[in-house]
């Protein structure tokens, strides 16, 4: 068997807005423009090595059994649901993503691990590695296929938004904290954040309306805004000084991405800006990180 190879992008929420929580699974409602970035972990699966009694994932940087790998469990989502029985694979993973850091990496590694999957063994289509992400997690299937989306419900109602018809630049300021998921939204429901059903219904069409023929961001400040910001800023003061920064980079607006701590600066038209921003920020550590809106094609699987 050869080779095969697909890079999991992250995500950034150009925009997100937080309702109430569901009573049929506690989970929050939510209205997000889900855009895929060209920041990627890159995932390449082979046969195991000789003797090896199950799917291997090797992940290295991160932290807990690699058995518990949110692409481990994609893998095995994958052969439960279709019968695969071909002998065991190393499934490997190349973080450049950094770690709960509201960017969708582990999310989007197990996305890759579905495409690849479906790659490698030709069973299943789009609908089933939908599901199967539905199963894993909630920022999944807006990762299956890479891109643009309008996510609700709890992130797996998706609709598709068009591609940027021009680029634009996302300037990522990673933090050395990391923010655990269900405790900023726990801290979101302690400083009462979630709206009103009907309004999340409003902000949705708005977000919908504003990018409905490729507009490449949306032109109400409004709309890019995060309502997890808050929530993340309390649990961790340091993300106001990241903040500070991307507006001092030149950033036109400055948010925190999902539920943090990495704060984005985005800036309308890439032409000067990323030597302008990163030259802005020399010696801030983290490093900064530059990255641009990316479709489909950039994650797809492909044979070596």
């Known amino acids: 068997m ?13 925009g997100l807005f937080l309702g109430p929580t569901r009573e049929v699974d506690g989970r929050h409602e939510l209205v997000s423009v889900m855009q895929s970035i060209s920041l990627a972990d890159e995932l390449t699966i082979e046969p195991a090595p000789s003797g090896s009694g199950e799917d291997q994932v090797r992940c290295p940087g991160v932290p807990g059994p690699a058995r518990e790998n949110l692409a481990a469990a994609a893998l095995r989502a994958f052969r439960g649901r279709t019968g695969w029985d071909s002998p065991p694979l190393l ?32 069973l299943g289509d789009e609908q089933l590695l939908l599901e199967l ?5 909630a920022d999944v299937p807006a990762q299956i296929s ?4 309008l996510a609700s419900g709890a992130g797996e109602r998706l609709a598709a938004l068009p591609r940027p018809s021009s680029p634009f630049g996302v300037l990522l300021l990673p933090s050395t904290f990391e923010l655990s998921t269900a405790a900023v939204y726990g801290e979101a429901d302690r400083l009462g954040l979630a709206r009103p059903a009907r309004e999340l219904v409003r902000r949705g069409e708005e977000l919908s309306r504003a990018l409905a023929h490729g507009e490449p961001l949306p032109v109400a400040a ?15 003061p340091e993300i106001a000084h990241a903040l500070g920064r991307a507006r001092a980079a030149g ?11 990495t704060v984005l600066g985005i800036f309308r038209g890439v032409a000067g800006g990323e030597t302008r921003a990163l030259q802005a920020l020399e010696g801030v550590e983290p ?12 994650g797809r699987a492909v044979t070596l």
């Open 146 to 149: 890479p891109g643009r989306w």
């Open 133 to 137: 992400a539905g199963e894993l997690g």
């Open 287 to 298: 490093a900064p990180i530059w990255a641009t809106p990316v479709d489909e094609a950039f």
């Open 222 to 236: 409004e709309l890019l805004h995060n309502d997890l910001q808050r929530a993340a800023v309390s649990l961790c």
């Open 2 to 14: 050869s080779i095969h190879r697909a890079l999991a992008p992250a995500k950034i929420n150009l």
């Open 251 to 261: 950033a036109e607006v400055e948010l925190v991405s999902g539920s943090g701590p």
């Open 91 to 122: 499934l490997s993973i190349e973080k450049r993503i950094p770690v709960a850091a509201g960017l969708g990496g582990g999310s989007a590694d197990a996305a890759a691990a579905l495409r690849l999957a479906r790659h490698v063994s030709g």
